[in-house]
């Protein structure tokens, strides 16, 4: 059924810094492009399901940890999950899961890693509330074969 | 052959227009009237010398009428048993839409649908076609915009009986009810459910609007079996409604009223509602209004300590309304 919902995956431009974000599905490989590839900022818009901008918050969420998605393969070994981004709400503290899109700064997500890393307890607290598994410095290994491939992380 | 017209004007209200002929009520006579030249002469607006805005005019003139249904107008009687329209009496209120463009660059024009009424019926289909909720809050604030009360009935209720759209249907209903308009769910099979729109319907003068498809035909025979009034499957193909009805008309009810059933619309503009009035016509931001942290010039969107943001992040307003709000401001 129909509601309300309509296409808004457009150009945009960063509320964080000021960028111009391309939204094509071609350049960043993600249907709904939901933050700055360069300065990984997002914005709280999105309410009960991804695009559906139905959330009247609007503020910006930064980014604070990593973590896996769930692996769809019942026989994959527990790590093999695509990386994610969490972002938080800097109004509301509400926590959202993003994917990564292909033209995100790498070094931008690691960067994010090593101080997610460092949480809070306010945070590690909504963290299991969420049934959410930050990714820690145990899982730096992990992280950088996600992100640069196993031959490179071997060298 | 000439016809002889008597002097004595009498009043009646416009019960059926097609182009150029309007049937007026009057006791419980039926005459087929004309609009007399006066009345065009005084509906014109004044020209401008601007060869665009003349242009524009003459366009304008040729789709808009001075008469609407439900006018109550002054007439006088040709011995041909037809009549003769000089003048449109004042309106208590009316519903007017912004026209669909008559052609590619014109611009838009009033397009009152109906006056002196005193409420209106905005009629959904549970599905075939599928509920547009954005349409119905256009008609809607339309409504809020001129004072008149709204009734929302869905139809084809037993379409989705037991399917996955009956719960969203539930959902969408509830978000209406709780701001407090009525809604009837129907279906032209029930016979309960009729009895109930009869009597919200009694005493009153109501205008049915909708998409072609939705059943406002078929609604109209169920609630007055006899009117006889031409109905169509939506096309299964595409899931459209065929545009049957093709002209405005009022149905006087049996329980005393009427009811105006309009050809189905595939889009509905907003006349005159500037974006500054928009938030006052949905109720239930109304009483926050003025409470942001830049008062009235607050644009409710991006605006920090805006009140109405956040009342629908404290849940008191559905965030698909606020959409709606804010997708409306925007196409205006």
């Given at each position: 059924m129909r509601t309300y919902f309509e296409n808004k995956n457009v150009d945009f431009t960063c509320k964080h810094c000021g960028r111009i974000v391309p939204a094509q599905t071609a350049e960043s490989?993600?249907?709904?492009?939901?933050?700055?590839?360069?300065?990984l900022h997002s914005r709280h818009v999105d309410l009960f399901t991804p695009g559906d901008w139905l959330c009247a918050c609007k503020a910006i969420m930064v980014p604070v940890g990593l973590t896996l998605k769930r692996c769809r393969d019942k026989y994959a070994a527990e790590c093999q999950g695509e990386l994610m981004l969490i972002h938080r709400c800097m109004n509301c503290g509400a926590l959202s899961i993003n994917r990564i899109a292909a033209d995100d700064d790498t070094s931008q997500i690691l960067n994010v890693f090593k101080v997610g890393s460092k949480w809070n307890t306010q945070l590690e607290i909504i963290y299991q509330q969420m049934r959410i598994i930050p990714l820690d410095k145990s899982d730096i290994h992990l992280v950088e074969t996600q992100l640069y491939g196993r031959t490179s992380c071997c060298r | 052959m000439q016809t002889q017209t008597t002097d004595a004007k009498i009043i009646g209200v416009v019960y059926k227009k097609t182009l150029g002929h309007y049937d007026v009520h009057h006791g419980d006579k039926i005459t087929p009237c004309a609009l007399s030249s006066k009345l065009w002469k005084d509906f014109k607006p004044s020209k401008d010398s601007g060869k665009t805005h003349e242009h524009r005019q003459n366009v304008t003139e040729k789709h808009m009428d001075p008469v609407a249904i439900g006018d109550r107008v002054r007439f006088t009687l040709a011995g041909d048993g037809s009549g003769m329209i000089w003048n449109v009496l004042p309106r208590r209120n009316y519903l007017a839409r912004a026209s669909a463009k008559p052609m590619p660059g014109a611009h838009a024009f009033e397009q009152i649908i109906a006056a002196n009424l005193d409420q209106v019926i905005p009629v959904f289909a549970a599905a075939d076609p599928e509920p547009k909720w954005h349409l119905l809050d256009r008609y809607l604030v339309t409504a809020e915009y001129y004072n008149l009360p709204s009734l929302i009935i869905i139809t084809k209720t037993d379409l989705v009986r037991g399917s996955r759209s009956e719960k969203e249907l539930s959902t969408a209903v509830q978000r209406y009810r709780t701001i407090g308009y009525p809604v009837i769910l129907t279906s032209a099979l029930e016979n309960k459910v009729i009895f109930a729109t009869r009597e919200a319907l009694a005493g009153r003068t109501s205008v049915l609007m909708g998409k072609s498809g939705v059943g406002k035909s078929t609604l109209l025979n169920a609630l007055e079996p006899g009117l006889g009034v031409r109905v169509q499957a939506v096309n299964q193909t595409t899931g459209k409604g065929r545009h049957t009805t093709t002209h405005l008309e009022m149905f006087q009810l049996a329980s005393g009223g009427g009811l105006i059933g309009t050809p189905g619309v595939r889009e509905f503009g907003l006349w005159e509602v500037s974006p500054k009035d928009i938030a006052y016509c949905y109720p239930e931001m109304q009483p926050y209004i003025g409470q942001c942290k830049f008062g009235m010039s607050c644009q409710h969107n991006d605006e920090p300590g805006c009140a109405i943001r956040q009342v629908v992040m404290d849940g008191k307003i559905s965030p698909y309304r606020y959409q709606s709000y804010l997708r409306l401001k925007a196409d205006l």
């Open positions: 490989g993600v249907v709904n492009r939901n933050h700055c590839p360069t300065c | -």
